[in-house]
């Protein structure tokens, strides 16, 4: 019964959130932009380069390993002046076959802290992507709001040429019962022709940008889908900045931290064990002319405990590369400020014309209703009807209009402090 009950629940989630291709939102083709754009495959290749370096890193724990073999000949040897039984002349050519065995033992934390850099750099890696795939949204946003406006603009030339169609047939009434001029009846048909090309030219550039939306989306999008605004927008003045830049910064800061470290712990003290067997002529022992096994084991200690202050050098330029860091992220916020402030401006902007766009309108309505009854009497032209209608049509467009780019203000607002 519960299983039953949590596949109803999917189905109804899954049914609230499917997109059909007649029915497109903003938060979708966003969601669609970032999970399939081949940018996104990069996250699953950072973290495998890095897995990989740190193996490797890793490997310095494990006891190096390596065969050496030499032959030479050499012009002279070591010789005794005297000449003492039993000791045989040494000869001239050697002959040296060895397996050299080291294990660290100790590194001053040398392999841990450039696994430390390793995994900083991964952050680095993966926080470019996620603000490339970020920045994405910027243009999928604008291209949203451009199919909206001409979407907008197609609506009421609609309107405009049902208006126009539905007058022509008055006045061809008025034309047959001779109280209309033939005059009137052509102008109102040149309108609707010039109404139906704007209408082309308008379908045509939704079009065009439909299908660069879809690139961005990577799918095929029905060009006669509709598109629906944002809506229930909230104020988002008092939201704070989370952009993924901030986190970069961090990140690279952070990673010269790491290298100060590496830096440092370069001039530490480092321990390790070494091992050495072999064959060859002569042995260790040099007096031996015939070929032998031999072995050595010991001990090594390794401390650089002065490198004429390059040590000090490299932490001053690497909290001199923190410092630009740091102007870099004085710079950005100051930029996001200045950003932030237009588009609130725009807001209020924009608030203010659509109040004033409502009046205009209903005295637009005013007009046409007043000129159309005129026209309809013939004490007008077709040519001041058709002038007045148009007006009103680019009243309510403009109105439409400025909704949508307050909308797009606020979006845009949200986008600039990183929650959209």
Not at 57 to 80: F, R
Not at 122 to 143: A, C, G
Not at 228 to 240: K, V
Not at 252 to 269: F, H, I, T, V, W
Request: charged fraction near 20%.
């Amino acid at each position: 019964m519960k299983k039953l009950f949590l596949l109803i629940c999917m189905f109804a989630v899954f049914k609230v959130e499917a997109q059909t291709p007649d029915s497109i939102s903003l938060s979708y083709c966003l969601s669609q932009t970032v999970a399939n754009y081949p940018l996104i495959k990069q996250q699953d290749i950072y973290p495998m380069i890095t897995k990989l370096r740190i193996n490797n890193l890793d490997k310095n724990y494990l006891p190096q390993m390596s065969v050496n073999g030499s032959a030479s000949y050499q012009s002279d040897v070591t010789k005794i002046p005297i000449n003492l039984p039993g000791i045989p002349e040494i000869k001239k050519d050697n002959y040296k076959a060895t397996l050299d065995v080291n294990q660290i033992v100790y590194d001053g934390g040398l392999t841990k802290a450039q696994m430390n850099i390793e995994n900083a750099g991964l952050m680095i890696d993966k926080q470019n992507v996620t603000i490339s795939l970020y920045n994405l949204k910027e243009s999928v946003i604008q291209l949203y709001f451009n199919i909206l406006l001409l979407q907008e603009n197609e609506k009421q030339l609609n309107v405009v040429s049902d208006d126009l169609a539905g007058k022509l047939k008055t006045i061809e009434s008025g034309v047959r019962n001779g109280v209309q001029l033939q005059t009137n009846a052509d102008l109102i048909r040149i309108e609707i022709l010039n109404t139906k090309q704007k209408l082309d030219e308008i379908a045509n550039s939704k079009s065009a940008n439909i299908s660069m939306l879809g690139l961005f989306m990577n799918q095929q999008l029905n060009p006669k889908a509709v598109f629906s605004a944002p809506q229930n927008l909230s104020d988002p003045t008092n939201e704070e900045i989370v952009r993924e830049e901030l986190k970069l910064f961090d990140y690279q800061a952070g990673r010269l931290d790491q290298m100060k470290k590496l830096s440092a712990e370069k001039n530490l003290p480092r321990i390790s064990l070494f091992g050495q067997a072999g064959y060859g002529r002569p042995g260790l022992n040099m007096l031996d002319p015939d070929f032998a096994d031999f072995y050595m084991v010991g001990a090594r200690l390794t401390w650089n405990f002065w490198n004429w202050n390059q040590t000090k050098n490299e932490i001053k330029i690497l909290d001199f590369q923190k410092e630009l860091i740091n102007n870099q992220k004085e710079i950005f916020n100051r930029s996001l400020k200045i950003s932030l402030e237009k588009e609130l401006s725009d807001i209020q902007k924009y608030n203010d014309l659509i109040n004033e766009d409502q009046e205009i309108i209903k005295l637009r309505e005013h007009v046409v209703k007043s000129f159309s009854s005129q026209l309809d009497n013939g004490t007008i032209t077709a040519t001041d009807y058709i002038t007045q209608l148009n007006n009103k049509s680019q009243a309510i467009l403009q109105f439409e209009s400025h909704k949508l780019m307050q909308k797009m203000a606020i979006i845009n607002y949200l986008y600039l402090l990183g929650k959209f």
